[in-house]
Protein backbone atom coordinates (compact mmCIF):
# COMPACT_ATOMS: atom_id res chain seq x y z
CA UNK A 1 0.00 0.00 0.00
CA UNK A 2 1.63 3.25 -1.19
CA UNK A 3 1.31 6.29 1.83
CA UNK A 4 1.95 9.88 1.68
CA UNK A 5 4.75 11.49 3.28
CA UNK A 6 6.58 14.59 3.19
CA UNK A 7 10.08 15.34 3.69
CA UNK A 8 11.65 18.68 3.35
CA UNK A 9 8.09 19.83 2.19
CA UNK A 10 7.78 17.78 -0.39
CA UNK A 11 4.46 15.33 -0.66
CA UNK A 12 5.87 11.95 -1.77
CA UNK A 13 4.22 8.28 -2.59
CA UNK A 14 6.68 5.32 -1.09
CA UNK A 15 5.31 1.63 0.17
CA UNK A 16 3.94 1.88 3.94
CA UNK A 17 7.48 0.35 5.68
CA UNK A 18 9.68 1.77 3.55
CA UNK A 19 12.60 3.57 4.87
CA UNK A 20 12.89 6.89 5.07
CA UNK A 21 15.90 7.03 3.12
CA UNK A 22 13.90 5.76 0.12
CA UNK A 23 10.86 9.07 0.29
CA UNK A 24 13.86 11.39 0.31
CA UNK A 25 15.63 9.81 -2.74
CA UNK A 26 12.31 10.09 -4.06
CA UNK A 27 11.96 13.48 -3.30
CA UNK A 28 15.47 14.02 -5.00
CA UNK A 29 17.32 14.30 -1.62
CA UNK A 30 20.39 12.95 -0.65
CA UNK A 31 21.26 11.74 2.58
CA UNK A 32 24.99 10.82 3.14
CA UNK A 33 25.48 6.88 4.29
CA UNK A 34 27.96 4.85 5.18
CA UNK A 35 26.97 1.63 6.51
CA UNK A 36 24.11 1.39 3.93
CA UNK A 37 23.32 0.15 0.29
CA UNK A 38 20.43 -0.91 -1.28
CA UNK A 39 21.60 -4.44 -2.15
CA UNK A 40 21.86 -5.26 1.66
CA UNK A 41 19.57 -5.66 4.29
CA UNK A 42 19.54 -2.13 6.28
CA UNK A 43 22.36 -2.26 9.28
CA UNK A 44 21.68 0.89 11.17
CA UNK A 45 25.16 1.34 12.73
CA UNK A 46 27.36 3.86 11.67
CA UNK A 47 24.50 7.39 11.88
CA UNK A 48 25.64 9.16 9.01
CA UNK A 49 22.08 9.01 7.76
CA UNK A 50 20.01 10.34 10.46
CA UNK A 51 17.08 12.27 10.46
CA UNK A 52 14.27 14.60 12.16
CA UNK A 53 10.85 12.85 11.92
CA UNK A 54 7.51 14.49 13.29
CA UNK A 55 5.08 11.59 13.80
CA UNK A 56 1.85 11.74 16.47
CA UNK A 57 3.06 15.45 17.22
CA UNK A 58 6.06 14.36 18.64
CA UNK A 59 9.30 14.93 16.83
CA UNK A 60 12.59 12.67 17.45
CA UNK A 61 15.97 11.99 15.96
CA UNK A 62 15.96 8.54 13.37
CA UNK A 63 18.23 6.51 11.18
CA UNK A 64 16.82 6.73 7.61
CA UNK A 65 17.93 3.47 6.57
CA UNK A 66 16.40 1.49 8.41
CA UNK A 67 12.84 3.56 9.84
CA UNK A 68 9.66 2.56 8.43
CA UNK A 69 7.66 5.42 6.43
CA UNK A 70 4.39 5.68 7.71
CA UNK A 71 1.35 8.03 6.55
CA UNK A 72 1.40 11.29 8.26
CA UNK A 73 4.97 11.55 9.10
CA UNK A 74 7.23 14.72 8.21
CA UNK A 75 10.63 14.42 8.13
CA UNK A 76 13.36 16.94 8.15
CA UNK A 77 16.71 15.53 6.46
CA UNK A 78 19.18 19.04 7.22
CA UNK A 79 18.45 20.56 10.53
CA UNK A 80 21.16 21.87 13.01
CA UNK A 81 20.37 18.54 15.08
CA UNK A 82 21.16 16.29 12.09
CA UNK A 83 23.93 18.78 11.01
CA UNK A 84 25.67 18.21 14.17
CA UNK A 85 25.15 14.41 14.42
CA UNK A 86 26.47 13.87 10.93
CA UNK A 87 29.56 16.12 12.06
CA UNK A 88 29.98 14.37 15.22
CA UNK A 89 29.57 10.88 13.23
CA UNK A 90 32.45 12.23 10.99
CA UNK A 91 34.57 13.49 13.46
CA UNK A 92 34.67 10.43 15.13
CA UNK A 93 35.48 8.73 12.36
CA UNK A 94 38.68 11.29 11.33
CA UNK A 95 40.41 10.22 14.45
CA UNK A 96 40.39 6.56 13.80
CA UNK A 97 40.55 7.00 9.70
CA UNK A 98 42.47 10.21 9.40
CA UNK A 99 43.80 9.12 5.73
CA UNK A 100 40.25 7.74 3.88
CA UNK A 101 39.21 9.46 1.03
CA UNK A 102 35.91 9.05 1.27
CA UNK A 103 35.68 10.70 5.24
CA UNK A 104 37.96 13.16 3.59
CA UNK A 105 35.37 14.48 0.85
CA UNK A 106 32.61 14.23 3.72
CA UNK A 107 34.79 16.39 6.15
CA UNK A 108 35.69 19.26 3.47
CA UNK A 109 31.62 18.72 2.27
CA UNK A 110 30.73 19.50 6.21
CA UNK A 111 33.26 22.08 6.51
CA UNK A 112 34.96 20.42 9.10
CA UNK A 113 38.54 21.14 9.13
CA UNK A 114 39.77 18.92 11.79
CA UNK A 115 38.09 16.26 14.36
CA UNK A 116 37.81 17.53 18.32
CA UNK A 117 38.23 13.65 19.24
CA UNK A 118 41.51 12.12 20.55
CA UNK A 119 43.70 10.75 17.51
CA UNK A 120 44.36 6.76 17.21
CA UNK A 121 46.50 4.57 15.77
CA UNK A 122 45.38 5.42 11.70
CA UNK A 123 42.97 1.93 10.51
CA UNK A 124 41.31 2.21 6.97
CA UNK A 125 38.58 0.63 8.59
CA UNK A 126 35.49 1.97 9.30
CA UNK A 127 33.49 -0.65 10.27
CA UNK A 128 30.20 0.06 8.29
CA UNK A 129 30.24 -4.18 8.13
CA UNK A 130 29.54 -3.69 3.84
CA UNK A 131 32.15 -6.27 2.93
CA UNK A 132 30.46 -8.83 5.69
CA UNK A 133 27.25 -7.92 4.81
CA UNK A 134 27.61 -8.16 1.29
CA UNK A 135 29.60 -11.94 1.46
CA UNK A 136 26.66 -13.42 3.66
CA UNK A 137 23.62 -12.06 2.02
CA UNK A 138 24.57 -11.77 -1.66
CA UNK A 139 27.40 -14.20 -1.78
CA UNK A 140 26.30 -16.38 0.49
CA UNK A 141 29.63 -18.09 2.14
CA UNK A 142 30.22 -16.35 5.21
CA UNK A 143 33.77 -16.00 5.08
CA UNK A 144 34.75 -12.90 6.91
CA UNK A 145 33.15 -11.59 10.36
CA UNK A 146 33.39 -8.30 12.51
CA UNK A 147 35.71 -9.43 15.73
CA UNK A 148 36.53 -8.18 19.02
CA UNK A 149 34.81 -5.30 20.62
CA UNK A 150 35.67 -1.75 21.10
CA UNK A 151 39.01 -0.33 19.62
CA UNK A 152 39.76 -3.77 18.92
CA UNK A 153 37.32 -4.16 16.53
CA UNK A 154 38.46 -5.61 13.15
CA UNK A 155 37.24 -7.55 10.23
CA UNK A 156 39.15 -10.79 9.77
CA UNK A 157 38.69 -14.51 8.81
CA UNK A 158 38.04 -16.90 11.23
CA UNK A 159 41.23 -17.20 13.41
CA UNK A 160 43.02 -15.07 11.21
CA UNK A 161 43.77 -17.69 8.64
CA UNK A 162 43.16 -17.93 4.83
CA UNK A 163 39.22 -19.08 4.49
CA UNK A 164 38.88 -22.53 3.49
CA UNK A 165 35.10 -20.92 2.20
CA UNK A 166 35.91 -17.61 0.78
CA UNK A 167 35.77 -18.06 -3.32
CA UNK A 168 37.75 -15.40 -4.06
CA UNK A 169 35.09 -13.36 -5.69
CA UNK A 170 36.23 -10.11 -5.01
CA UNK A 171 33.19 -8.65 -3.71
CA UNK A 172 34.17 -7.54 -0.55
CA UNK A 173 37.36 -5.85 -2.00
CA UNK A 174 34.70 -4.13 -4.47
CA UNK A 175 32.12 -2.91 -1.85
CA UNK A 176 34.43 -1.57 0.85
CA UNK A 177 34.46 2.20 0.89
CA UNK A 178 37.90 3.03 1.74
CA UNK A 179 40.19 0.06 0.05
CA UNK A 180 41.56 -1.69 3.01
CA UNK A 181 40.47 -5.07 1.53
CA UNK A 182 43.11 -6.19 -0.28
CA UNK A 183 43.03 -9.54 -2.54
CA UNK A 184 45.91 -11.19 -3.68
CA UNK A 185 46.65 -13.86 -6.17
CA UNK A 186 47.40 -17.61 -4.69
CA UNK A 187 49.69 -19.59 -6.29
CA UNK A 188 48.65 -22.62 -5.22
CA UNK A 189 45.07 -22.31 -6.50
CA UNK A 190 44.00 -20.73 -9.81
CA UNK A 191 41.23 -18.47 -8.40
CA UNK A 192 42.43 -15.81 -5.56
CA UNK A 193 42.02 -16.89 -2.80
CA UNK A 194 43.90 -15.49 0.38
CA UNK A 195 42.93 -12.23 1.74
CA UNK A 196 45.20 -9.94 2.93
CA UNK A 197 43.44 -7.00 5.03
CA UNK A 198 45.43 -4.36 6.32
CA UNK A 199 45.97 -0.59 4.45
CA UNK A 200 47.29 -0.65 0.57
CA UNK A 201 47.35 2.62 -1.64
CA UNK A 202 43.58 3.37 -2.61
CA UNK A 203 42.85 5.76 -5.94
CA UNK A 204 40.11 7.93 -5.28
CA UNK A 205 36.45 6.99 -6.62
CA UNK A 206 35.87 8.34 -9.86
CA UNK A 207 32.95 9.21 -9.74
CA UNK A 208 32.96 11.15 -6.12
CA UNK A 209 31.51 8.18 -4.48
CA UNK A 210 27.79 8.54 -5.93
CA UNK A 211 27.59 5.06 -5.97
CA UNK A 212 24.33 5.19 -7.18
CA UNK A 213 24.26 6.70 -10.18
CA UNK A 214 27.78 5.01 -11.49
CA UNK A 215 27.87 2.96 -14.31
CA UNK A 216 30.89 1.09 -12.90
CA UNK A 217 28.51 -0.05 -9.81
CA UNK A 218 25.65 -1.42 -11.91
CA UNK A 219 28.18 -3.14 -13.59
CA UNK A 220 29.66 -4.90 -10.98
CA UNK A 221 26.53 -6.09 -9.23
CA UNK A 222 25.75 -7.71 -12.62
CA UNK A 223 28.96 -9.43 -12.89
CA UNK A 224 29.28 -10.52 -9.39
CA UNK A 225 26.05 -12.11 -9.80
CA UNK A 226 26.85 -14.07 -12.11
CA UNK A 227 29.89 -14.90 -10.59
CA UNK A 228 28.12 -16.64 -7.73
CA UNK A 229 25.54 -18.34 -9.87
CA UNK A 230 28.55 -19.80 -11.46
CA UNK A 231 30.24 -20.85 -8.53
CA UNK A 232 27.06 -22.56 -6.66
CA UNK A 233 26.33 -24.47 -9.65
CA UNK A 234 30.13 -25.55 -9.31
CA UNK A 235 29.75 -26.50 -5.68
CA UNK A 236 26.60 -28.16 -6.59
CA UNK A 237 28.15 -30.33 -8.87
CA UNK A 238 31.51 -31.26 -7.57
CA UNK A 239 28.44 -32.17 -3.62
CA UNK A 240 26.72 -34.91 -6.35
S1 LIG B 1 36.22 -12.66 -1.80
FE1 LIG B 1 35.76 -14.15 -0.18
S2 LIG B 1 35.46 -12.91 1.65
FE2 LIG B 1 35.28 -11.52 -0.09
S3 LIG B 1 33.09 -11.49 -0.56
FE3 LIG B 1 33.99 -13.05 -1.88
S4 LIG B 1 33.73 -14.95 -0.70
FE4 LIG B 1 33.44 -13.26 0.75
S1 LIG C 1 36.80 -3.58 5.55
FE1 LIG C 1 35.83 -1.94 4.37
S2 LIG C 1 33.74 -2.68 3.95
FE2 LIG C 1 34.58 -3.93 5.60
S3 LIG C 1 33.89 -2.96 7.48
FE3 LIG C 1 35.92 -2.12 7.02
S4 LIG C 1 35.54 -0.25 5.81
FE4 LIG C 1 33.62 -1.44 5.83
S1 LIG D 1 23.54 4.52 6.70
FE1 LIG D 1 21.96 4.51 8.18
S2 LIG D 1 22.97 4.02 10.00
FE2 LIG D 1 24.52 3.84 8.49
Redesign the pocket.
Known sequence: MKIPIIVDGQMVQVDQGAPIIDAAKKAGIFIPTLCYHESLKPYGSCRLCMVEVVQNKQRRLVTSCNFPAEGGMEVFTNTDKVRQIRRMVVELLLARCPDVPLLKTMARQMGIKSSRFKKREANECILCGL?VR??EEV?G?C??GLANRGIEREVATPFKVA?D?????????YICPTGC?E?VPDEKTPR?RI?KMGNHPLSPCPNDYQCENCSIEQEFLKDIKDVIVEFRRSYRNSER
Open positions: CFCVVAISVCIGCGSCTIMLM
